[in-house]
């Protein structure tokens, strides 16, 4: 079996596998689809002069600033290190 894209215009609208390419129109769609043999591709992906074009946008890192160890915690709050003293009888 291979995979083949339904593009309809230039936009990829399915995936399927078929034993050999399909006619055109691909069984069980309308005038206006085609099927284009196909690798790595995904539904919303473009069919631009005879190339997939992946639409997805890239995914953005998210960036966590670093935690900050107990002693920082402690420090950065002279009421909660009061406290903490007071707790331990210090």
Not at 27 to 32: A, I, M, R
Not at 41 to 49: A, K, T
Not at 80 to 85: C, G, I, N
Request: charged letters at 15%; glycine letters at 8%.
């Amino acid at each position: 079996m291979q995979t083949y894209a339904i593009i309809k215009g230039n936009l990829v609208e399915n995936i399927i596998e078929y034993d050999a390419q399909p006619a055109t129109p691909p069984p069980g769609f309308d005038d206006g689809y085609t099927a284009v043999q196909a690798g790595r591709v995904s539904p919303g992906w473009l069919y631009e002069n005879g190339v997939f074009v992946d639409t997805t946008p890239p995914v953005e890192p998210i960036v966590m600033p670093p935690t900050p160890t107990l002693v920082e915690q402690i420090l950065a709050s002279p009421s909660d290190l009061a406290a903490l003293k007071q707790a331990l009888g210090l």
